[in-house]
């Protein structure tokens, strides 16, 4: 059973946030919840269906990394915390910054080389995908030029 609780002052900043092994899909559950929004409010905001928020919030479906960069921007969280599932028992956000304190400064680096590689993947499959297309768009010109 995953345990949690994330704490606001009054004009809904972040303070405190207490969880043990919590998934992303829990962590933008809970923060949409702590911000009164609802799922189709923050669907909009991202740009999803809310049948697919609702999916990333089951664990059903992971959030893209343009997604997941949204989320951290709309609640003021960071990025590697959101795709993070380690333990940061009674830690703070600190500021504007979003400077997570805590000793597991290896984890928190593992986290960044993690989404550096992602997005390096995300680089190569993007050019991989415009190399298929204009390979489809010759066959295309190819079939109806009558060749």
Known sequence: MEKYSIKTNKNGKIFKLIYLNMSIGLKIKEL???FN???KELSLKINIDN?????IEQGK???TLNQVMDISSIF???TDWLLSKDNFNNQKIKG???IMAGNNVKNQLEDKQLIKQLREQITLLTNQVREKDEQINKL???LANGR
């Open 37 to 39: 929004m609802s799922q």
């Open 96 to 98: 504007d910054n979003n």
């Open 32 to 34: 949409r919840k702590s």
């Open 140 to 142: 295309i010109n190819l």
């Open 76 to 78: 003021n969280v960071p």
């Open 61 to 63: 479906l992971t959030p």
């Open 51 to 55: 049948s697919q928020l609702s999916k």
